[in-house]
């Protein structure tokens, strides 16, 4: 105890706190974004954090992870809470050794039980699996993603309110409006869509660069505030039709999509369970 108020000393009148330590963050994915936005998250005072990640710590991730030789073999999830007690003692920080589907309606009330979902795997169905229980619970939720090899990446934050745009419609708006540059895969997790390491190569700083955005953004969201924009691209190298320079940032705002199959019918329900009888 005698050491705490020195532990936050540096943050105070830069963030409240106080208020972090009674937030709940949920974080699926704590591969080499992940494990960053976890850490950034605890190092700002976060109290209480839940970790997701099925996978193993394996040579070829260490040059990019948090974590180092040091935690070999051990989970990602497990791994990054020892690394978190060592930063933010005071954190409650539970591990989940496991895949998110395989949760069950466990997810649900993980979910429920946060206050903002960090979601930091680059497999499209575990996001979109998060989009649907995040948006029935409403639970702000933020997604990202690094462009193949490192040149970029882009931040997606879903506040979840009645006015907001849920992750379908984002993705949904950015396939219609981006190069196919970005249609390139993905590289946040290090995982495949098929579940197999996904060899893609990038610099660990490059995706840590996108995942501070993330923690940075998630961040605002837990603490009451709006995010910039629904979605913020950020290029660490010029990308023809998306980024003219290196170190270019776009900020694109988002309308919900009427016709969107995950929050079209629950924005309808919700204005009718609003309507007086
Ligand atoms: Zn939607």
Redesign the pocket.
Same mark, same amino acid.
């Given at each position: 105890m005698t050491s705490t108020g020195g532990r936050w000393a540096r943050l105070e009148g830069a963030v409240d706190v106080e208020a972090l330590r009674e937030r709940h963050v949920l974080v699926v994915g704590v591969g080499s974004g992940g494990s960053t936005v976890a850490l950034e998250l605890a190092k700002a005072g976060v109290g209480r954090l839940t970790l997701v990640d099925p996978d193993h710590l394996e040579e070829a991730n260490v040059v990019r992870h948090e974590c180092d030789d040091r935690s070999l073999g051990r989970n990602k999830a497990e791994a990054v809470r020892e690394l978190i007690r060592h930063r933010n003692p005071e954190a409650r920080v539970e591990a989940i050794p496991l895949d998110v589907f395989a949760l069950g309606e466990g997810l649900t009330d993980l979910v429920a039980g946060a206050d903002l979902v960090a979601a930091c795997t680059d497999v499209e169905p575990p996001k979109h699996l998060l989009n649907r229980t995040a948006l029935a619970a409403g639970v702000p939720a933020v997604y990202a993603g690094v462009y193949a090899r490192g040149v970029g990446g882009e931040v997606i934050a879903c506040a979840a309110g009645p006015a907001d =745009?849920?992750?379908?419609?984002v993705v949904s708006a950015l396939k219609d409006s981006t190069s196919p540059a970005v249609e390139e895969d993905l590289d946040y997790g290090a995982i495949g869509p098929d579940g197999t390491i996904h060899r893609a190569p990038g610099l660990g700083l490059d995706v840590r660069l996108v995942a501070l955005l993330h923690a940075k953004i998630g961040l605002s969201l837990l603490l009451g505030g709006e995010a910039p924009a629904t979605v913020l691209l950020f290029g660490t190298a010029a990308v023809p039709g998306l980024f003219p320079r290196p170190f270019a940032s776009a900020l694109v705002s988002v309308a =919900?999509?009427e016709d969107?199959l995950?929050?079209?019918p629950i924005r309808a329900d919700l204005m009718s369970a609003e309507t007086p009888r």
């Open positions: =745009p849920c992750y379908a419609c =919900p999509r969107c995950v929050c079209g």
